[in-house]
Structure formats: structure tokens, C-alpha cells
């Protein structure tokens, strides 16, 4: 136990003597892992609204009036009990002009002027259509647009497809961002651990004089280096969980996008993301220890 607590110390040591390259180290892994972190937190944004936008209306169909060539409104729930048939759609609802108006009384409440100017009945009758599958919405549209009483057709599924294509490039970017990043930080902390290696060589040189073992003098520096690894971690994770509770305290004002991640998600990531900045810490240090043990085990056997 006493050995352990003296390489414990040993590894203190060396973090309050370097302090300086220390920090440089920590800031590194910091830096690094945040936006890798961050990437991962904005792909996790990106699937939440995807899966929201998934949920609910998937196709809206406007109606024409009679007047206009369309059905009347026994006609038009005639015809919804037909579309609502049809293999691709799960579920559809009726809006008859009455709730169209207060549909938008209610988008345009803080323009009251403006609602009283408009006539409520140019407002269109419309279809809201939930789809088993939200891939088959071009189906869907085309079909509907060859309605002669549906005048015109939105869907949401464009805007999905460019959501599911922007989270694949996250993926994609937030892999590569931790692959690099994550290097860059295993050769920071192997690069600050041979300046503390250097700045010691004289009392690492004794102690292999008095036949201190390679893991003897590993062990103080690993330490060290698992230590910079999971403060800069650390650091990483805490900020950009404070940097997610400030935007959702922003996205609470906006309706359209959800900002509200689980807890469980930055537990389970941030959980990994402290253990990938302690291996990075222990690679750098067995990295930065190799050499110089091989250089020092040589000379004698020069002499």
C-alpha cells in the first residue's frame, strides 16, 4: 500500500512541476474531445426532430371549393373514407373551413389586425395524413394530385430526407472528428510526458541504477498521464452538457425544433468519452515512456 501511495505522489509531483506543458495537455484533450462531443450531441439534435417530424401529419392535401370544381363537404368525407384505404396511409383527418380558421387565428394570434382582414371562407377544407411509412410519401402525392377535387399538396417529406442526409454526414463527421482528434490528443499527452520524462532523466536514470523495474517507473507517469486524459475529458463533457441546457432553455421559445435531450444520453456518451480521454492519457504515456526506456536500457550495454 505504501508503494502505491509513493507512486501516487510521484505522479502529483510531476503535474505540479510541469504545470505549465500540463495544461497545454488537458486544454488539448479538451478541445479535441468537445468537438467531437459536440458533433455527436448536434447528430443526436438532428435525429430527435427527425423522429418528431416522423410522428403526426406526413401529407397535407387542400381541398377545392364546390365553386371551384371540388366536392361539397359530405363529398370530401366521402372521399377521405376512400384515401384512407389506401396501403400507405395509417391514419387521416378531416379539417373543414371552420377549424382551418381558427387553425389560423391561433398562428397568427399576435396579429389580430391581420386576422380580421382575412375572409374566412378562402380558407381550403384539407386532408392531414399520417403515413405508415414517411419513404412512401412521394406515393402519396402523386397519387392525391391526381384528385380533381384536391387543390394542392405539402408534404414534410423533403424536408425529412434532408434531415436523414445531414445526420448520415454527423455520423460520418463525428467518427472522423473523434478518430483525429482523439489521436492528436494521445500524441499531445505522449509528447508532454517526455518533457516530464526529460525534466527527470537524471533521477529516472538512478533509479535504473538501483535496479528499478520499467513498471516502477512507468507507473508515476502513466498516472499522470490517465490523469490529463480524464480532466480534459471531464472538462469536455461538463461543457458541452451546460452548452445543451442553455440551448434548451433557447428552444423552449421555438415551436418547430425540439432541443431536449435525455439524460441518459450524456451519461452513457459522456461516461465514454471520460474513459477514451483516460486510455488516450495511458497510450500517450506508454508512447512517451517507450523510447526513452529503450535509450536508457542500451547504455550499459554500450559500456
Known sequence: MSRLAFLAREAFINLRRNALVVTGAVLAVFISLSLAFGALVLNEL???NTLAWQEGTH????LNDPDQGGLDPAG??????E????EQVL????????EAFVEFQTLFSDRPDFVESIDPSILPASYRIELTDIDLYRDVVFQLRTLPAVRDVRSFGEQIDQLSSLSTVLNVLGLGLALVLGGSA???IANTIRMAIYARRDEVSIMKLVGASNWFIRVPFVLEGLIEGMLGAGLAVLTVWVASQN???VGDSIQLLRFNIEDAFFLRWGILLVLFGAAAGVLGSFVGLSKYLREAESKPAAA
Open 46 to 48: 438532428l435525429r430527435i
Open 59 to 62: 401529407v397535407v392535401a387542400f
Open 76 to 81: 370530401q368525407r366521402a372521399l377521405m373514407t
Open 83 to 86: 384515401v384512407e384505404q389506401w
Open 91 to 98: 391514419a387521416i383527418r378531416y379539417v373543414d373551413k371552420a
Open 186 to 188: 494521445v500524441i499531445l
Open 247 to 249: 440551448l434548451q432553455g
